[in-house]
């Protein structure tokens, strides 16, 4: 039987090193450079996850927080308000009979307040007019001047279809640089917020917003959250309201006296 390629070569014991073990590749010694840097890269595979999703998170609540922060900024009680040539009251919806709804008299309440003080010298009424069945402005009028406030006083913006553009329609259409902002408590950074945005300086006084309805009241702050988004948005386009011409009303009862 042929066992050539089975036998040692004659004088060359098998448990000799072969010829090219001395220029094989050694593995590296336990302690080597090259074995601390091993684990890193999955380390670093294991943290992109958790740092997009942060970075993601903080993207999404960056809106969220600018607008709360910016609006909470300028809030002072009814008492602490600076003299300001203008009360700007938001609509909040009318009654089947057509009056102002609670919380709307709340409003309507605290601007009369700050009128009554000499604190404001006129009273911008903004509202949605859409249709004869639904006149905010005229029935936020006709509150303030059954309590007291003179009608050459109150001045009324029929086209404040939202926040935003109650707010750029008092500046750009009314001419308003400086306004006390009257809304309940849990939409006055926003509506600060959008007013600020618009061009004017602003000063937040927020009502009540205690409700009979509880389920009703959690579902008017839950509805801050997107509104903040869109508030930021229109801010950030500029999206324009509704015009209509320059509106002289405003200056009209301030020069009254």
Same mark, same amino acid.
């Given at each position: 039987?042929?066992?050539?390629?089975?036998?040692?070569?004659? @004088?060359?014991?098998?448990?000799?090193?072969?010829?090219?073990?001395?220029?094989? $590749?050694?593995?590296?010694?336990? &302690?080597?450079?090259? &074995? &601390?840097?091993?684990?890193?890269? =999955?380390?670093? *595979?294991?943290?992109? =996850?958790?740092?997009?999703?942060?970075? $993601?998170? %903080?993207?999404?609540?960056?809106?969220?927080? $600018?607008?709360?922060? %910016?609006? *909470?900024?300028?809030?002072?009680?009814?008492?602490?308000? =600076?003299?300001?040539?203008?009360?700007?009251?938001?609509?909040? @919806?009318?009654?089947?009979?057509?009056?102002?709804?609670?919380?709307?008299? *709340?409003?309507? #309440?605290?601007?009369?307040?700050?009128? &009554?003080? @000499?604190?404001?010298?006129?009273?911008?009424?903004?509202?949605?007019?859409g249709t004869v069945q639904h006149d905010e402005p005229t029935a936020m009028r006709?509150?303030? %001047?059954?309590?007291?406030?003179?009608?050459?006083?109150?001045?009324? #913006?029929?086209?404040?279809?939202?926040?935003? #553009?109650?707010?750029?329609?008092?500046?750009?259409?009314?001419?308003?640089?400086?306004?006390?902002?009257?809304?309940?408590?849990?939409?006055?950074?926003?509506?600060?917020?959008?007013?600020?945005?618009?061009?004017?300086?602003?000063?937040?006084?927020?009502?009540?917003?205690?409700?009979?309805?509880?389920?009703?009241a959690l579902t008017w702050r839950l509805r801050e959250i997107p509104a903040s988004?869109?508030?930021?948005?229109?801010?950030?386009?500029?999206?324009?309201?509704?015009?209509?011409?320059?509106?002289?009303?405003?200056?009209?009862?301030?020069?009254?006296?």
């Amino acid at each position: 039987m042929d066992d050539d390629g089975a036998r040692p070569a004659e @004088g060359i014991s098998p448990d000799a090193p072969s010829p090219a073990g001395d220029t094989a $590749v050694q593995a590296p010694p336990a &302690d080597s450079p090259a &074995d &601390d840097a091993q684990p890193a890269r =999955p380390r670093r *595979r294991r943290r992109l =996850p958790w740092l997009v999703a942060a970075l $993601v998170v %903080v993207v999404l609540a960056a809106p969220l927080v $600018v607008v709360q922060a %910016v609006g *909470r900024s300028h809030t002072r009680g009814l008492t602490d308000v =600076p003299d300001t040539p203008v009360a700007l009251v938001f609509g909040a @919806g009318l009654r089947p009979d057509g009056s102002p709804s609670t919380y709307l008299r *709340r409003r309507l #309440d605290a601007a009369k307040s700050l009128y &009554d003080r @000499g604190t404001v010298q006129a009273i911008l009424v903004s509202g949605d007019n859409g249709t004869v069945q639904h006149d905010e402005p005229t029935a936020m009028r006709d509150y303030l %001047v059954a309590n007291g406030v003179p009608s050459d006083k109150v001045v009324l #913006d029929y086209a404040g279809f939202d926040t935003h #553009d109650s707010c750029v329609r008092a500046h750009q259409v009314f001419g308003v640089d400086a306004a006390v902002v009257v809304t309940q408590d849990y939409h006055l950074p926003r509506a600060v917020f959008s007013c600020t945005a618009a061009g004017m300086d602003v000063t937040g006084v927020g009502v009540s917003s205690a409700s009979v309805t509880r389920e009703q009241a959690l579902t008017w702050r839950l509805r801050e959250i997107p509104a903040s988004y869109k508030a930021a948005w229109d801010a950030l386009v500029g999206r324009p309201p509704v015009y209509g011409g320059h509106e002289t009303g405003v200056q009209d009862a301030l020069d009254q006296g």
